[in-house]
């Protein structure tokens, strides 16, 4: 699993590249946690490049979509593939998130 933030066109960008499962998690997330202060800007979850996602990714999505909202800040997820988003549909995380 990959990850890099990077700014870009006044957003926070992350992108993912790999899969996203439960013995990736752990690190994941810290190398996404800096997501968690982001204020002022929407962040973009690009998902172009990430063949899977488990619980264990949701749940981190879904950690930085609630301390987004608290500061008033938006989360997209971008790129999705087939496989990816038949998850977030069975879940119901695709009626929390907004997709790009």
Do not use: W
């Not at 066109?9 to 013995?23: C, H, K, R, S, W």
């Not at 990714?57 to 500061?71: M, N, T, V």
């Not at 087939?82 to 998850?87: F, I, Q």
């Amino acid at each position: 699993m990959n990850v890099r933030i990077e700014e870009i066109d006044g957003n926070v960008v992350a992108i993912l590249e790999g899969n996203l499962d439960t013995a990736a998690a752990a690190e994941t997330e810290k190398v996404m946690s800096p997501l968690n202060d982001v204020e002022g800007k929407d962040i973009i979850i690009d998902c172009t490049d990430l063949a899977y996602i488990s619980s264990a990714g949701l749940r981190i999505f879904l950690g930085i979509l609630q301390s987004a909202q608290a500061k008033g800040g938006h989360v997209y997820i971008r790129g999705i593939n087939d496989n990816v988003r038949a998850v977030f549909t069975i879940t119901g995380f695709s009626n929390i998130f907004e997709f790009k």
